[in-house]
C-alpha cells in the first residue's frame, strides 16, 4: 500500500460529492481527514456518515457514562470537522451501539438502506469507508454496510486502511494484493492534525477513571500524518 502510485483528487474520487462512512468519531480524521479537507478546499461536498456512537472507549467510566460519552464524542467529531472546512450540516450521527456494528443479518440490511437513502440525499458519486483487511469488527461491519449500499449503484466505493496500519509486514492479506493509489496531502496536513486533536477524549487523560480506557498513542497517529493518504479499490 506504501508503494501505490500517487494520483491527483480528481483522479481518486469520482466527479461530484462524496460521503465518508466513518465507523467511530475519530476514523473520519484518521483515516481521510486530508482528502476531506481537500475536497471542501474544491468547494467539492463531503458529507460524513459515523456509523456507532463510539462509547466502547471508556465503557468503564462513571464520569462519562454512555449517553454523557456519546454526546461528547459527537461534539468532538463535529470541532474535527471544522478544522477540515466542513460545517455540522455535513455530519450524519447513525448511532449504532459501538463494537456491535452489524456484520450481518436484517440490522445490516436495514442499516445499508439508511446509508443508501443517505448517498442519495447528498447526490454523494463517492463513498469512502474503512478497508475489509482492518482488524476491527466494526471496521469490518462499515465496509460490509457500505458495500451493501453501493451494490447496483454507479457510486465510487473506496477504502481506507486505519487498524490496518498495525498490521505485522507478514500478515496475509484477505485476498489479491490491493491496487489504488495515494494522494499527497501535504498541503493540508496541519488541518489534519488540528482534526485528530480535537478527539480530545481519544488524545489525553479526560476521562480519567476507566484504567481500561482506550488512548491514541503517538505513534499510532503518527501513522497518519504523513505526507500520503492511501485509498484502495473495494
Known amino acids: 500500500m506504501r508503494a501505490l ?36 478546499a474544491q468547494q467539492r461536498r463531503v458529507d460524513i456518515a459515523v456509523l456507532t456512537d463510539g462509547t466502547g472507549s471508556h465503557a468503564g467510566s462513571a464520569l462519562y457514562p454512555a449517553s454523557r460519552l456519546a454526546a461528547l464524542r459527537e461534539s468532538e467529531v463535529a470541532e474535527a470537522v471544522a478544522h477540515l472546512g466542513l460545517r455540522t450540516t455535513a455530519l450524519h450521527f ?9 456484520r450481518g443479518g436484517p440490522t445490516l440490511a436495514a442499516t445499508a438502506t439508511r446509508l443508501r437513502a443517505l448517498l442519495g440525499t447528498c447526490g454523494a458519486a463517492t463513498l469512502l469507508t474503512t478497508w475489509h483487511g482492518d482488524p476491527h469488527g466494526d471496521h469490518l461491519a462499515a465496509n ?17 486502511p486505519v487498524w490496518g496500519w498495525t498490521l505485522p509486514q507478514d500478515t496475509l492479506l484477505p485476498d489479491a494484493l490491493p491496487s489504488g493509489a495515494r494522494v499527497d496531502v501535504s498541503a493540508v496536513l496541519g488541518r489534519k492534525r488540528a482534526a485528530i486533536a480535537a478527539h480530545v477524549s481519544q488524545r489525553t487523560d479526560l476521562i480519567g477513571d476507566d484504567p481500561n480506557g482506550f488512548r491514541l498513542s503517538e505513534e499510532f497517529v503518527d501513522l497518519f500524518t504523513g505526507p500520503y493518504e492511501t485509498y484502495l479499490d473495494a
Open 5 to 40: 502510485p500517487v494520483r491527483g483528487l480528481d483522479d481518486v474520487l469520482a466527479p461530484g460529492p462524496c460521503l465518508v462512512l466513518a465507523p467511530h468519531p475519530d476514523d473520519e480524521s484518521l483515516g481521510c481527514g486530508s482528502l476531506v479537507a481537500l475536497a471542501a
Open 94 to 102: 447513525m448511532r449504532m451501539p459501538d463494537r456491535h456494528a452489524p
Open 144 to 160: 460490509l454496510i457500505a458495500r451493501e449500499a453501493v451494490h447496483g449503484t454507479s457510486v465510487r466505493l473506496l477504502e481506507f
